[in-house]
């Protein structure tokens, strides 16, 4: 009997190599190689017409099909993402009428780059590939996935979408290495991201609310005193590099060149001197028993939600939905507890500003496959154009009036908690609008605030809304933005997910270090941090920074 | 004229034709494996290649660079390979230590057992965490054994001891590891060797009463004896897996705190393999684990045929 060893990997690889070769019988794939004999064809299809936009569209001779990504955040009691009233209004509505098959592919929220990377090795790439992240993006594009986009035709197809991005400066970011590469929806500002604080802890105690970190852990130390949690803040393991909380350590004002090297969402700035002084005081925190000792071996925060509907813990952070269970869920424990935003100066000392990340003006990024042939690349360009039309971006965001939202005196949506038929997806079908736009736009800072407080939050708490985009008009100065590069880094698509893990591992460890080791094991794991691959990553963005420069 | 073809047929395949008469049933039987076997195992041969390939999937194989050994050559100076690397060899050997005698200690424990009943109960309840996958086994333990709110040390603190890292803490995860991959697997394991021991001749056993033989003689020189063929091709069978590395397991088994030991090939294998889209160093280090894997099973089985055993090939 002969027996090669189970080999670990050839499961994998079998399956991918296997789809691809098989990829070709599939019926209903998109074709990876007709693109040039349907290059050919399509000039008898859509958009010969000289009329640019929505009006010049005609449908296919033949059919073609188009697979757009959506994200599957796995959120209970709700319809799968890819099958659902509003995918099937998309094709009744646009699909049917321009002769285009949309099917929508469920990308797991939590593990997108592995499954996008799958379904791009296995030839079966979805028309549209994207991601929040600018850095990934790039990566897509590093990869060979994506096409270059030819922007003349993008707009003559799409003109309202087009005309937003030149509108509100994107369309310099579209470009890499100088070749067009990249469409972006835009981003219109959310107040929905908040931490939350126990307001009737902050009474039980007999103070107010924090306005800086003396204050602040006074009274988690009379929290804790009196019994009230078993450990005041929630904390989880860190799932992306984004280092958040080392904002009040930077200097102010941001030095440019440090932001461009340090300041990042994918790659965590271990070895930067602000991030030293928040894992520094972390570990004091953690010390005086400020969180879970177990809060590592929370690995997608579910624990530190938990914790915080159970009342064991008093901050909790996330963004604020309308029908966010860990509001309902906190108040079925405790019906007495209140809730308000935690002020943006509690965590400040002396000298300090309340200084965060701003967004760039763009919100989802998308390219499109290089496995797309010309006629399934200008069926999405119609798409992104019809989803950009007022009326159908309008209703998609909002549903049906007297069903999904009612309209206020203003004529502004005010959402509804509607369960029927035509429910809306998770976040007023967000994951779906994302292609165009990232949030619900109505031309003014007051009219967005209005609706969001409706989106946004539960029934009897828009007051959250209304504090949170308080503290952000007033902090709103001392926001920055990313460096963004022209040119794509390489060394960090192929160090990113060590240095994540790397990340996850040194952080705990110097978090729930004890205090006198802390500096110690700072300097080592800093070290081995470097020569895992952050130092390439460093001497590459200085260079290409010191480039951009000249 | 029909004839004349007949005969002018090799004798091989003529008895090839006879037996494939004669046994068609079972030949069909077989047909559904050997499928698996050329689907699974071989058809993904072709993609081998991307080892050697700079390979990006959009590129396809032939858009893909050549690049030889290089990807070979960057990973042998990787700092983190040679951490899982380490890590699997020293964790398999451990496996291999304690998890392989606790099956044939089982079978022969099994065996004495006269009172039937009871052994048929032992064993269903032996044999049933294997049927468990390593996602529940891991996620009922990892619930058990947290340091602050599991069942187990809320026990032992209860009863005035400290509490243990058993799953948080590197050395003691080890031993948590190895353990309950015995306690999963050794029911299991027993069939093979019960069924080896159902083949010893009874009168073996009869004769060794006779010659005066207790409980432990007749296991010892004769269960034991009797099982030896079993048993040395099922360790030559395990040293193939030396290089192995079960991903579930180790996934499942992950927090940070243990990542010094718990990072083995295929979780090197999975971060900068598949997360990281990397899929010619996956493909490099699999290769590598499959060669090495084979060359142990080769060597293993020359030795066991130095040693008069008959080996596997």
Redesign the interface.
Known sequence: ??????????????A???AS?LAGCGSGASSSSSSSSSAAESTTAAQTSAVAGIDGFKAFDKQVEIQIPVYDRNVDGLPPVDDNYWTKWIQSQFGDKYNIKVTYVAIPRTDE??KM??L??A?E?PDIVFHYDYPQAV?YAD????QEIDMEQFKQIAPTYYKNMEDYGILPYCKLNGKDMFVMARRPTAYNWVTLIRQDWIDAVGMEMPKNYSEYTALLDAWIAKGLCQYPLTMS?PTTGYVAGNYPFRPYPPNEEDTALYSDLSIASLTWEPTYKMLKRQNAEYNKGYY???Y??DKDGSQAKADFIAGKTGVYANYLTANSDYVSGLLQNNPNAKLAVLSPYATLEDGQVPAGRAYWPFGMILGFS??SSADETKAVEMLLEWMSQKDNLFTLQNGYEGKNYTLDSNGLPVMQDYQGEERMNYNSNKDMFCLVIEGKDYGSDEANLQVQKTTYAPKGYEYLIDDSYKFYKETEKYLTTDYLFSKSIASV??Y???LL?KW??YS??LITCKPDEFDALYKQFSKDYL??GYQTILDERKAAYEESKK | MANGKQTSLSPFLKSWKNSLKRDWQLYLLLLLPVAMVIIFKYASYPGLRIAFLDYKPALGYDGSKFIGFGTFQKIFKDADFLKALKNTVIFNFADLIVGFPMPIILAILLNEIHFKRFKKVSQTILYLPHFLSWVIVASIFTQLLKPETGLVNILITNLGGQSVHFLTEKYHWAVSYIVIAVWQGMGWGTIIYLAAITGINGELYEAATIDGAGRFGKIWHVTLPGIKGTIVTLLIMNLGRMMGSSFERLYSFDNVMVTDFQYQLSIYIYEKGLQAGNFSMATAVGLFQSLVGLILVIASDRFAKLLGEDGLM
């Not at chain 1, 009997?1 to 079998?14: G, H, I, P, Y």
């Not at chain 1, 990869?143 to 994506?146: V, Y």
Request: charged fraction near 20%; glycine fraction near 4%.
């Open positions: 009997m002969k027996k090669v060893n189970a080999k670990q990997l050839s499961l994998a690889l079998a991918v190599v296997s070769a780059v592995t990377n799958m791009i090795a030839g790439s990566a990869q060979g996935a994506l393991l879970s000792k177990e590592y071996l290089s496995q698509a192929e990113k997910e060590t893990s996850q591992e705990v460890k020569d895992s």
